[in-house]
């Protein structure tokens, strides 16, 4: 996953630089890369963490990839004043519900 990352924005780093395009930095938009880099690692040392212990990746994959998915989308919303909508609110239960199968 790291390496589709890097290889992407290499790759519209490149496009900007090719196209003239400018390239703005913000003191937000900083912070936001910093609190992403952190949050990626921890979630790579959570990863570690819960292989270590034995969790077998048919269950320890779904349950992080998962649980990204729902803490990335509670962050939006509380950080940054996304919208939940119905359809988001049924989507995340059913991603917990997904979970709370798995781990029976």
Do not use: D, R, W
Not at 87 to 94: R, T
Request: proline share 3%.
């Amino acid at each position: 996953m790291q390496a589709v990352a890097a290889l992407v924005g290499g790759i519209s780093l490149l496009f900007l630089k090719f196209t003239n395009s400018p390239i703005e930095i913000s003191n937000k938009g900083v912070f936001y890369a910093i609190l992403a880099g952190l949050f990626i690692g921890l979630a790579e040392i959570a990863t570690f963490f819960v292989f270590s212990k034995g969790v077998t990746l048919s269950l320890g994959l779904p349950i992080i990839v998962a649980g990204s998915v729902v803490f990335g989308s509670l962050l939006g919303i509380l950080f940054l004043k996304e919208v939940l909508t119905p359809i988001h609110l049924l989507a995340m239960l059913l991603v917990v519900i997904g979970i709370a199968l798995l781990v029976k």
